[in-house]
Structure formats: C-alpha cells, structure tokens
C-alpha cells in the first residue's frame, strides 16, 4: 500500500504527536507500505510565519521525525515546498472544489474564529492543498488524527469530481486513524497541544519535563493523600496508559483509590515511564540537529525520490485537463 501524510513544522512536537502520528507511521513503515511523510511547510503559512523560524522549525521536526524512527531508507522523507507540482495539482483542485463545502470545514471556522482579521484564502483552500499533497502520490492510505476526517473526505470528493471529469486516474484513499486519537494535556481538560501550552516535548530534558509534570492536573477531588482518588477521571493516570505496564497501572489504580499513594508518587512513577521513551530520543535528536548537512542530504534524496512519482501523476493531470500542447 501507499501510504501519505505529513506534519506541520510548529517549532514543537510533543508526546500527542508521538501517539497521534508518528507511532503510526514508524508501524506503516516497518509493515513494509510504502511511505511518503512530509513536512508540511506549505500549509504553515496560513498563519504568520517569520522566515528564519520556519527553515529551523523545518530541520528540527525532520530531525525529531528520524530520532522517533522514521528510516529515510524505508520511507520517503521529504519537504512540500520542495515538491512544486502539489501547488500546480492544487490549483486544478481548487477549480473543482465547492466554496460552500470549503467553508463548512470545521478547521477553517476555529481558526478563522481566533482572529477574522487574519483569515485569508490560504485558510480556506489548505484541504485542497492537502487533498493534492495525497492524490499526487495515488496514495491508498492516509494516517491521520480524527480531526483530519472532513478533510478527507473532501479528497474523496475531489478525485471522484475529477475522475468524472476528465478520467478516471486517481484512487479514492482511504483514512487510518491513528489507535490513540487524543493525547491529554497537562492542564487536563483539552488535547495536548503547543497553542495551550499543556504539553510535554518529545526532546525535553528530564529537568522541563518533572518540572511540567509536577505541577500538572490531577483528579481535583483528591486534595490530601489520604483521600481516595479516582484514576478514570485523572489525566495522568490517562497518560500512564500510554507509557506504563499492567503491574504499574494496577499499582496507581490500588494506590490511588484506596490513598495509598501520593499523586507526586504516582507523577514520578509516570516520569520515569516517559522517559525511557524520550531520552533516547532526544539523545539521537541532539545528534542529528548538530550535522545539518546530513539532514539537508537526507531531504534533497527523499525530495528527488517523491518527484519522480508526483511528476508523473502531475504529466497525466496536465495532459489531461489540456495544459499539453506538445
Ligand atoms: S494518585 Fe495518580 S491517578 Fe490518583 S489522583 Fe493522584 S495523580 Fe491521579
């Protein structure tokens, strides 16, 4: 199977991105698919970006893409903006795409919600953009979060509108949503995210994440050690089962509900979980984002490799729409 999806360079990726993405493609990686991830440098700009920080947040997430795993040698790794012909699919795309259905996406009315004065048309036409970034690859499947479903659907809509309009060339990809659709934040009440600052980094150190840990939520309720808490409605009892083993998690369960622990007890025991995952991380990460010329070689094969494939399916499109006169 093909497989496409690609990661926005935020300047942070965090423990939901781990489980909400990038668990998923190293899974889809190592089953043998064939992988195109992409750093999504194109969609970025919908928001204000300075330039310099958009070329850094860029080499460091490739860096945190190959520290978590993804292998250039297995998977095609490579940047949008290096690949023209998703803008050039794009633009055919948004010529079959309806504004009304453009203006229903969900995504597209918070953001525009958080400042109408900067909404632009970037905002409202990126699910085409995305619906190219797939369909230029004929991908058969497309790992993403559950927020990413009416996008797409709209890249349904899309090859569909364009097979009946011109001919039938692309498949209709199907979506993989990831086995953990939402990472908790810290303060426990939203999805772990960079914009509420709730969020633990894949490549912190162990100081900044004890530090966030230490203060983060637990069950209110639960005010001094020995009143009995309850693990179902404390988020980080909900992280611990995404990092720890059965005995720990009986050991919070029984500790907590009959106030045997503490919550620090209980925080330190979910730490030491988490970083067993991400010191190693960041250790290779540190090593990566120091040799930049390595990570630049790793982006010019992966952006050669995706060109070939995305310039065929461009060639058929041009010919077909008639942008071929020769
Ligand atoms: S002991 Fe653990 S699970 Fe129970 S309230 Fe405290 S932090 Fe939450």
């Known amino acids: 199977m093909r497989v496409v999806s690609g990661i926005q360079p935020t300047g942070v990726a965090h423990l939901g991105n781990y489980f909400g993405a990038f668990a998923n493609w190293i899974e889809l990686q190592n089953a043998g698919h064939e992988c195109f991830y992409f750093i999504a440098n194109q969609h970025a700009i919908t928001i204000p970006q300075n330039n310099e920080i958009l070329k850094k947040n860029t080499l460091e997430i490739t860096a945190i893409m190959l520290a978590v795993g993804l292998d250039p040698k297995k998977s095609t790794i490579f940047i949008q903006s290096d690949i023209p012909v998703h803008t050039q699919l794009s633009w055919i795309l948004s010529c079959l795409s309806p504004i009304g259905e453009m203006e229903r996406m969900v995504q597209f009315k918070e953001k525009s919600k ?64 990831t086995k953990t659709t939402k990472v908790v934040g810290l303060d426990g009440a939203a999805k772990m995210s960079k914009g509420l600052n709730n969020y633990i980094g894949l490549v912190e150190d162990e100081k900044t994440i004890w530090k966030k840990l230490s203060v983060a939520m637990t069950d209110p309720a639960r005010k001094r050690k020995t009143d009995p808490g309850n693990p179902a409605i404390c988020n980080i009892y909900i992280l611990h089962k995404l990092f720890s083993s059965q005995k720990d998690l009986d050991w919070v369960v029984d500790g907590c509900t009959n106030a045997k622990i503490g919550c620090i007890e209980c925080k330190k025991k979910l730490f030491e979980n988490i970083i067993k995952l991400t010191n190693p991380i960041r250790e290779k990460y540190l090593k990566l984002i120091n040799n930049p010329n390595d990570l630049k070689d790793i982006l010019s094969i992966g952006a050669k490799k995706a060109t070939i494939i995305a310039q065929q399916t461009m060639d058929e499109v041009n010919a077909l729409v008639g942008f071929k006169y020769f």
């Open 114 to 177: 958080i400042d109408p004065s900067a909404t632009n048309l970037g905002l409202l036409s990126y699910p085409t953009l995305q619906a190219a970034d797939i369909l230029i690859y004929k991908a058969d499947l497309v790992p993403v979060g559950i927020d990413q479903a009416q996008h797409l659907e709209l890249t349904r809509l899309l090859a569909r509108k364009f097979n009946n309009t011109y001919k039938s060339i692309f498949k209709e990809p199907k979506t993989l949503h």
